[in-house]
């Protein structure tokens, strides 16, 4: 009944009043909720469900789909109505503050898990033999756990009571203290940002060595076979060899170990001498003394090729974080600095709208670049559906 509303109440059916319904935001509101949910439950069922998908990277992957469908829950549906409502809270300052600390946490979280990413791509191509590719061990834990675990610290001053502040507007759900929305900003974004960066330009130039090293062993490996077609070309020809030995002798040397002529023979070498059939000498590749080393660089050489189809897809979700996020705490920060500078309310709900948009797109970039989703987007949808 109006008789028993609170003053905080009846500030907000008055503010109510006077409200313009922004139903286009009501719309592309939900239209986006139902397209993240969607493609992140995609994702994930995508990896349970599908053996070659079990990989260390896509774990990681799933990790950033659950913050984007957490987000697409527990945040979005209440941006969504404040927006619906122009901008205007009805909601008590206790949901307000649970919405500030999910969106919080959920965003650097998001960021958190690509950081980790790239952290985990960088262990992959710097020591790509002792690299666990199928299994999740230790050290992914870790960085897994790091992941949420800091999202919920940088979050939690909020959940202490950093925005109850003295004369609070309760039409408004915002981050009140500009020290904590520059804090959050510098840990969530302006911090990790770089340090992903420069990661992914390590691992660049790691894989542009090794395909230098790669071209440069190829090109050596084909010059000296040109070598030995050479040296064999140069042989007399089998017609102009001596006429074979007596049957005495022949036998003589049979009896011969001729391997005990070479007393030193040099230590792993690629070649051996063979006698077969006769006293004529032939020329062969010995496997033994190069055999584990080709197999590691075969292993070595799958594992980054294996990387570097990874790569095509990892550097566009970054790339596609980057734009949609960076006006948002570009814009946040600078309204939490230059109090006075007059900053429309409409601009900061477009770069508002543009962050929560990432939660979308990254599923799209997955199903387009990966051909492994891809795959499995193509067989189960049709399915599904």
């Known amino acids: 009944m109006p008789t028993n509303l609170s003053p905080s109440s009846n500030h907000s059916a008055a503010q109510l009043s006077g409200t313009n319904y922004n139903f286009p935001a009501l719309v592309f509101g939900i239209l986006l909720i139902v397209v993240i949910i969607c493609g992140n439950v995609l994702v994930c069922l995508s990896v349970y469900r599908e053996k070659a998908l079990k990989t260390t990277t896509n774990y990681f992957i799933v990790s950033l789909a659950v913050a984007d469908l957490l987000l697409a829950v527990l945040v979005l549906p209440l941006f969504v109505y404040a927006e619906f409502l122009d901008g205007v809270w009805s909601l008590n300052m206790t949901v307000c503050d649970g ?34 590719r199928k299994h999740v061990d230790q050290r992914q834990v870790v960085l897994l756990s790091a992941t949420w675990i800091l999202a919920l610290a940088v979050a939690s001053p909020v959940l202490f009571g950093i925005n109850d502040v003295p004369n609070r507007d309760h039409s408004e759900c915002k981050l009140e203290n500009n020290n904590y929305v520059v804090y959050s900003s510098v840990c969530s974004f302006f911090v990790p940002c770089p340090i992903m960066l420069l990661l992914y330009c390590g691992i660049f130039q790691s894989l542009r060595r090794w395909e230098e090293v790669r071209k440069a062993k190829l090109k050596s490996s084909t010059q000296a076979c040109h070598k030995l077609d050479e040296t064999a070309a140069s042989l007399l020809p089998h017609a102009s060899l001596p006429p074979p030995l007596p049957p005495v002798i022949e036998n003589d040397f049979t009896d011969l170990n001729l391997n005990e002529m070479d007393p030193d023979p040099v230590p792993d070498s690629p070649y051996t001498i063979q006698y077969k059939n006769g006293p004529v000498a032939s020329l062969t590749f010995s496997e033994s003394g190069y055999n584990q080393d080709q197999n590691r660089e075969k292993k070595r050489a ?7 189809k990874a790569m095509r897809v990892l550097p566009v979700v970054v790339g596609a974080f980057l734009f949609c996020w960076t006006p948002f705490f570009v814009v946040h920060t600078m309204r939490a600095l230059c109090e006075d500078c007059d900053i429309p309310g409409s601009l900061i709900s477009i770069v508002t709208w543009l962050g929560y948009v990432n939660s979308a797109i990254n599923p799209i970039i997955y199903t387009v670049f990966n051909t492994e989703f891809r795959k499995f987007f193509r067989n189960f949808l049709p399915t599904c559906c």
């Open 99 to 132: 919405l500030m600390t999910m969106d919080v946490m959920l965003c650097t979280a998001s960021i958190f898990n690509l950081c980790a990413i790239s952290i985990d791509r960088f262990i992959a191509v710097s020591i790509p033999l002792n690299y666990n």
């Open 302 to 308: 799958k594992i980054n090729g294996r990387e570097r």
